[in-house]
């Protein structure tokens, strides 16, 4: 069993900046076990959206949704068992709840959220 905690959430303006984690505990060694690791986020009255994915490592590959890229920046620390998301320039829009994932022995994993709230 694997647990993802994430944290970091909060209210924020328009232009301004956050940084979320999400921290894995319970069956694993290294982050690494949890292979890609990926944050998404849902939006009241909206479905669930992929924000941004890594591989594993080494040579971290990263994907991100066209909405946050070169505003979001996905980072993990696999001995830290720790996957982050620097959230810059942050718009209204990027009001949701965040949640981390991750796969483990062929099951999905999900945080249980944090939510990010923008004013404008």
């Known amino acids: 069993q694997v647990q993802l905690v994430e944290s970091g959430g909060g209210s924020v303006q328009f232009g301004g900046s956050l940084r979320l984690s999400c921290a894995a505990s319970g069956s694993i060694f290294s982050l690494v076990n949890m292979g890609v690791m990926g944050w998404y986020r849902q939006a009241p009255g909206k479905q669930r959206e992929m924000v941004a994915t890594?591989?594993?490592?080494?040579?971290?590959?990263?994907n991100y949704a066209d909405s946050v890229k070169g505003r979001f920046t996905i980072s993990r620390d696999n001995a830290k068992k720790t996957v982050y998301l620097q959230m810059d320039s942050l718009k209204v829009e990027d009001t949701a709840v965040y949640y981390c994932?991750?796969?483990?022995?062929?099951?999905?994993?999900w945080g249980q959220g944090t939510q990010v709230t923008v004013s404008s």
């Open positions: 994932n991750g796969l483990y022995a062929r099951k999905s994993y």
């Open positions: 890594i591989s594993p490592g080494p040579g971290y590959t990263t």
